[in-house]
């Protein structure tokens, strides 16, 4: 599903660990007039998953934080991997700003929901890849309101985003991507295939909160591999052939890791808190920082619990061996691991609700 350049995915996204246990509140959380505690609460949800899980950032923004003035306003020329080339098409990420001309600020709630349940745009036209509709169409309604309603609370930008490409265009412009879902599955039952039981020290629930953090939200598929957990190739790391994969990144190529627990070529031998360490500082048992684009600047701001959920999702994965090669990058390690320090120096704490470009508008 991913395809191609992915360089200021995540790196871009910033964030801190403000956000208190319930995931419902940020630090600094101040009140806004006529915002009821509901709608607040609402907001605040919808930031979480938009911040700390979805990574929509990560595409959507060359603003690196809701401080910054292009905050989720789409693509924005001279940004470092867009637009998306897949094949001979190129898709651009849509400005999700309330902006009534460039932006969704036509769009009723309704048609927001429904494009990130179903796919589709209010005119019927499926989005393009790589936006990962078919992940976030597993979220519960409840957390798809909550993004619906925080996109709506953020500050109108103009910011013109030209029409994806694609096969067989409407005549309107925007391509027709059908073929691209036309075998896409629902998320299969928990456990399927590839699911095992829970590692010592985790608890059924706390597994299969992961699993929706995984599945519907955080996306991990799109680049760890494998549809669902059905595929025999979930989540088992890059393989020879993957669409748009390895990830080049100026000279260098990034290989999505194996994340299954398979001793010699995923996670088997990092304990629960590595793998939580992983995704909050960005560092591995090594201390070698994770190569973009995996978006650890945004899962940094996933609560403990969340992460520990995640963790434990990853550790009750079947062993799958797949070996990936070490991903390349400045500076090597004498184990050949790039060094990739540099591209998080910048690197700041998500800033307390509201930061500049979030408006509440009740
Ligand atoms: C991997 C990149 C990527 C990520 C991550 C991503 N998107 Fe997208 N998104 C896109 C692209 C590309 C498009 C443009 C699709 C098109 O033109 O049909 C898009 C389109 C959309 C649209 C349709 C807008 C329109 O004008 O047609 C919405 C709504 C949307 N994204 C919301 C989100 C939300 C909310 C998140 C985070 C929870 C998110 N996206 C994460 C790439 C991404
Ligand atoms: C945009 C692509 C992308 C997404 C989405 C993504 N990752 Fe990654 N991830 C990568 C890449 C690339 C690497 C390899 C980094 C490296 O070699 O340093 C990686 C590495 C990792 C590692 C370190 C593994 C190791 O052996 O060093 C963990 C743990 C991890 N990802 C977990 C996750 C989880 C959990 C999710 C979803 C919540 C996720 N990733 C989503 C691209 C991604």
Redesign the pocket.
């Given at each position: 599903m991913?395809n191609s350049g992915?360089l200021g995915?995540?790196v871009m996204a910033a964030g801190a660990l403000c956000v208190l246990a319930t995931g419902l509140q940020g630090c600094g959380e101040s009140t806004v007039a006529g915002a009821s505690s509901a709608q607040q609460q609402e907001v605040l949800r919808g930031r979480y998953l938009v911040t700390a899980?979805g990574?929509c950032a990560?595409c959507h923004s060359s603003g690196k934080d809701p401080n910054d003035p292009m905050w989720l306003a789409g693509y924005t020329q001279g940004t470092p991997g867009q637009p998306f080339e897949i094949g001979t098409f190129k898709t651009y990420p849509a400005n999700l700003t309330p902006d009534p001309d460039t932006g969704l600020g036509k769009w009723s709630t309704q048609q927001l929901f429904n494009a990130l349940r179903t796919g589709k745009d209010p005119e019927g036209h499926y989005l393009c890849p790589p936006m990962p509709w078919p992940t976030f169409r597993n979220m519960t309604d409840a957390d798809l309101n909550a993004v619906v309603a925080y996109l709506r609370s953020i500050k109108p930008v103009s910011n013109a985003v030209p029409p994806s490409e694609g096969p067989n265009p409407y005549p309107d412009g925007h391509g027709d991507w059908s073929s691209a879902y036309a075998g896409l599955q629902p998320l299969p039952a928990y456990p399927a295939a590839t699911e095992g039981t829970p590692a010592t020290g985790t608890t059924p629930s706390e597994v299969q909160h992961g699993r929706y953090?995984?599945t519907a939200v955080?996306?991990?598929g799109?680049?760890?591999g494998g549809a669902n957990p059905s595929d025999p190739k979930w989540l088992a790391g890059y393989t020879d052939g993957t669409p748009g994969q390895p990830?080049l990144i100026g000279p260098f190529k990034?290989?999505?890791?194996?994340?299954t627990s398979d001793k010699n070529t995923?996670?088997g031998n990092?304990t629960q808190n590595d793998?939580v360490n992983?995704?909050k500082t960005g560092k591995?048992p090594e201390g070698?920082?994770?190569?973009?684009?995996?978006?650890?600047p945004t899962?940094r701001n996933m609560t403990d619990s969340d992460l520990d959920a995640?963790a434990a999702y990853?550790r009750s994965l079947k062993p799958v061996s797949n070996a990936v090669p070490?991903?390349e990058g400045p500076n090597p390690y004498p184990d050949g691991?790039?060094d990739?320090s540099s591209a998080y120096a910048d690197l700041q704490p998500l800033p307390p609700y509201p930061a500049a470009n979030e408006v509440f508008v009740p």
């Open positions: 991913r992915w995915r995540g899980v990574d990560g953090l995984v955080g996306d991990c799109g680049c760890h990830f990034v290989y999505p890791a194996n994340l995923g996670l990092w793998i992983a995704l591995d070698h920082y994770l190569c973009p684009p995996m978006p650890w899962f995640i990853l070490p991903s691991h790039g990739w």
